[in-house]
Structures are given as C-alpha cells and as structure tokens.
C-alpha cells in the first residue's frame, strides 16, 4: 500500500514537472490528427465527384465544424495579443457608441425610425394575410399592461425596452420569415435532436428495448437528462460553457445598454436551466440591484433549459420552435424586465470586474461523473411534480365534475376554467378564435400546473387534429416557459441560500418576475405569430422535410 502511494505520488510529481511538454504533445497530436482527417476527407469528397456543399451533412458539416472550433480557439488566442486588444478596444468603442446614442435625445429618434421600419416591413409582409397583424395586439397590450403595473413607471429607460424588443423582432425574421435562416435553424434543431437521442442506447442498456421502444414516458424521456448534464459539466470544466456564454452576455450587454451580470444570466438561460444560471455569477449575487435580482429570476421564468427539451420534443412539440423561443426570450426578457422593474439603484458590479466561476471539479472524468449524478435530483424533482399535479388536476376535475352536475353543468372541469379565462390571451396573441378555447386550457395548465402538463396535452390536442400550422406554432411559443407555481418555490429557496442578504428583496420580487417571465413567453408568441404566415405547415400532419435524427 506504502508502495502503491510512492509511485503516485512519483506519477503526480512527473507530471508536474513535465506537465506543459506533455500538453503540447498531445495538442500537437491532437491538431495533427484533426489536419490529416480534413485532408482525407476532402480527398475523398473530392474524388466522389460531387459538385456541391450539403452544409447540414456530410462533408460541408465538417467544413462548419472545422471553421468553427478553430475560429474560436483563434480569436480566444488573439484576444490576449496586440490584434486581440486592439479589437476589444474597437469593440469597446462602438459598445460606447451605442451608450452615447441609447442616452441622447438621437437615440429616441432611431428607436422610432426602426419601429416605423417594423411596422411598414409587417404591413407589407401580410398584405396576403391581414390576420397575422392580431398578433401585434399582443405585443401592445403586453407593454402597455408592463408600463401601467411597472414598479417605477416614470423612471423607465427605454433605450434596453426598445433594444430588446427591436433584436426579438429581428431574430425572428432571420429565423422564420428568412428561408436561409429557417433552413439553418431546422439544420440545428435536426442536429439538436440527433444528439438528444444519442441518450437511447443508454437508457435501452439499462431499462430494456421494450420500455423506452414503446415511449414510456420515464424511460424514454427523462434519462435524456443524465446525458445532458453530463455533457454541459464537461464543456464547463474545459471552459468552453464559461467562454461562450460571457461573450453572449456581452454582446447582450453593449446591444441594449444592460447590466453586465443580467445579461450574463440571460445569456446562460439559453443552454442551462433557472437553477443553474445563477451559480455561474455566484460571488456576485449579493452586489446586484433589486432590478437585476428580479431580471435574474424572470429570465429563469421566461426560457426552458436544455436539459428538459428533450421531453417536451418527445411529446411532440417542434425543436425548432423550442430553440427559437429560447433564443427569442433573451432579449425579450431583458426587454420586459427593465420595463416591469426599472433600474433606479446604482449598479456595482460592471463588465471590467466580472469574472466567471470556473469549475471545482479535479478532472475531467470527475467532472463528468458529477455532470451524470447531478441530473437525479431534477429527474426526481420532474417525475414528482409531474405524478402530484397530475394526480391534483384530477381530484379537481372530480370535485368540479360532482359541482357542476348538481347545477345542470356536466362540462365544468379545471381545463373549461383555465380555457375561459385564458382565452382572450390567447386571441390577443394572434391564435383564431375558433382554436382559442383550446390553446387557453394550455397556457392555463403551463401557468397553474407546469410546461410538462401543458405540451403533454399539446401532444393530445395534434394528435387529434385539434391543434395545428400557425396556432400550434404560437402555443409552442407560449407555453415555453418555467412560470408556474412550483418553480416560484424553487427560485425563492435557491436564491435566498445564494444571496442571504437579499432575501427580502428577493421573497418581495417573485411574484413580480413570475408575471414578467410568463409575459416575456406571450411576447415570444406574439412576435411569432405576426411572422408565421398561415401555411407555415400545409395540414395538420405535414412537417417541414426534417433529417433523420440518427444521421449526421
């Protein structure tokens, strides 16, 4: 045993000595394997005869793979060089640039200039379908609703409110009008499922063929979690997850005018979930105003992770439009919280003294081993809720059922409340009148119960034809959101123990961001729902042609 400790601590020794040689070699190796692999293939692309590029398989897929992972090692090593520094001073310059024009009266001017530009693009866009412009109706009443109840209404900066809401606009236009960036984004979401479903070989390993063959909920959806968190803990203990999710924050950040740590976590709510987003500015947590402390928790409200995507994909919503309505939510929930909740505190922490947390993990297998494990407690917090709510929603429906049929009213149930009340929302979003009924009980049951009781039933309601094109595109959108009760609990206890100095002024706020982080999803489905045209899908059953899942 003596023995056995000498050589590893020989081992640990050698390594140290001789740590940096041996990480040159093996990244020259590495990089040389890479090189020759390119060659090959291109060689053999080459002598294959073929005459064009499939950008989303095969060889093109390579060509953006390449370009990309040594795009960004490039520009990772030039920001520490002159060129590097030179470039974050221009970049610097032009975020100041923007500061000068959002703070000065030219800057209202160009916000109106591209609204006008919005508007006259919209008019034109739907000459053939004047419905898509009910939509705008949402967009409206949602930001008039957010001035009207906003906690200092006279103190609004409406340099982020319009930044926001302008770059929702346009992503959406690159995204769903643009047939290029619709393309793009069906590749991703191909590519997204495709790797999604690489967690089936694992999950039929341990549960059987038969169990997650015939799509039993536990056993084909949710071990897609384990692999997930197993993946994410990895890129962040080689830097990868920290690098790009700093850099979206401040693109977020010099765009519209925000807070460095806000848009860090808005940035972070694209790839991880409300609970984990915050830990990656941990240290800062009890500097932030109570602006960004309500920011912090209706971002978390506004988006969905990854994580849990492939459940919602696995009951039959579109990746697609899950992406987009995640990507979509960033600017908008920065947007709609500077409106709901202005800033009128002084802001500590600024972008030059922010610095992400890096991983505690001692290695990578360590970090992937904590990655698989860390994924039991959601995958119990899922299957408990959804098992509790469901159970609930059914006791309800029996009491109602027995109330209503001692009146006459055999068709009271907790989905007919929730379709009623929701249903003005949902025509003001852009959904017929004659569906409205249906997409309600949806938002209804995302708002009161969770999201997995809502695209459970937006399975149903496809299946049966109910929910089809444009509106299934809309409801999508609106229910892709953690605003429920149930995250409420969980968003107070997190961050109370991560920020016990603000405890107060976080159990104050949580209703607040609830109510802007289910708004920000309506005003995803709304922004949608004007550039959707009607025949986005051609029937109920037809889908855009989609790669198979399992092809790369």
Known sequence: MLETAAQTSESRGFLADHGRPLNFCLMFLVNAAVVIYFVYATVHWYNSGNEQYNWCNGYGLLILLVAFVYGGILCHLLSKSAPGKACATCWTSISDSA???????YGFVVYILMVVAIVVFLVID??????????????????????????????VNWGPVMSGLILQFLFGILTLRWSVGRAILQCVADKAEAFLNCAKSGASFVFGNQLVDDGVFAFSALPVIFYFSFIIQILYYLGVMQWVILNMGRVLQALMGTTICESVICAANVFVGMSESPLIVKPYLNKLTSSELHTVMASGFATVSGTVMAAYIKFGADPAHLITATLMA??????????FFPETEKVVVLPENIKLTKSEDSSLMDAASKGATAGIPLVLGIVANI???VAFVTLINGLLSWIGMLVGNDELSFEFILSRIFMPLSWIIGVPWDQCEDVGTLIGLKTAVNEFVAYERLGEFKKQGRIFGRTEAIVTFAICGFANPGAMGITLSMLSSLAPDKKEIISAAIFRAFVAGSAVTFLTASTAGMLIPDDYYHSPTSRPPALNATVW
């Not at 500061?99 to 009266?105: A, G």
């Not at 053939?128 to 949402?138: A, D, F, I, K, P």
């Open 99 to 105: 500061k000068s024009v959002r703070e000065t009266k």
């Open 126 to 155: 739907t000459a053939n379908s004047r419905e898509r412009l009910q939509s705008g109706v949402g967009v409206v009443v949602l930001f008039a609703i957010g001035w009207l109840f906003s906690k200092h209404p006279t103190r």
């Open 330 to 339: 960033a600017p908008a929930a920065l947007s709609y919280t500077k409106l």
């Open 387 to 389: 098992v509790a709510f």
